[in-house]
């Protein structure tokens, strides 16, 4: 009865036809017709909810949607950019084609940056499993180089926060000679 007692005092008119006399009838038909408008009240209020909530969770499918499209459309990059790498590695940097070549790898980069492709380059950094996969152990001689990327052999590549391809690198490994 409270959610009575709040719509009457929402709706002041209706306590004034309260307080007024009605033939013998009227007021159970009164009643009742209450009950009906709240009845249906609700029933609107409670289909307007399920319309926000669908259109909400279609909002959310959509994005998953054109997110995991976009993920894919970039995996199947990947192997172009290792190719550049690949390619520039080593080359002359003031030939022509190398420059072109340079050129066209800086473009894509730009472009898949800005659909929140980054790439993983951590040389120096500490070995994290969850961003890189060591493909070789290198001695080092100072201890706080132990378990550090020392050269990254290719890169990887996170999107948005996920990585989507670990980044090859050897790792240093300190070996005490006996001091």
């Not at 009838?25 to 926000?52: H, I, P, T, V």
């Not at 995991?68 to 390619?87: C, G, K, M, N």
């Not at 378990?147 to 490994?173: D, R, S, W």
Request: aromatic content about 6%; proline content about 4%.
């Amino acid at each position: 009865m409270p959610d009575e007692q709040a719509q009457l005092e929402q709706h002041p008119e209706e306590n004034e036809i309260e307080n007024k006399e009605y033939p013998e009838g009227a007021e159970s038909l009164l009643a009742e017709c209450r009950k009906e408008k709240n009845d249906y009240l609700l029933g609107w209020q409670r289909c307007k909810a399920d319309a926000m909530n669908i259109k909400q969770q279609q909002e959310t499918r959509s994005q998953h949607i054109i997110q995991f499209a976009t993920e894919d459309l970039i995996q199947s990059l990947i192997p172009v950019l290792d190719t550049f790498d690949h390619a520039l590695q080593g080359k002359d940097a003031s030939d022509p084609y190398v420059q072109g070549f340079g050129r066209v790898q800086t473009q894509l980069l730009s472009i898949l940056s800005h659909q929140g492709l980054t790439v993983i380059s951590d040389t120096g950094a500490s070995f994290d499993v969850s961003r890189h996969e060591a493909v070789e152990s290198v001695p080092v001689t100072q201890e706080k180089d132990n378990n550090k990327v020392i050269e990254t052999v290719e890169h990887g590549y996170m999107l948005q926060a996920k990585v989507i391809k670990p980044a090859k690198v050897k790792i240093g490994e300190y070996q005490n000679h006996g001091t």
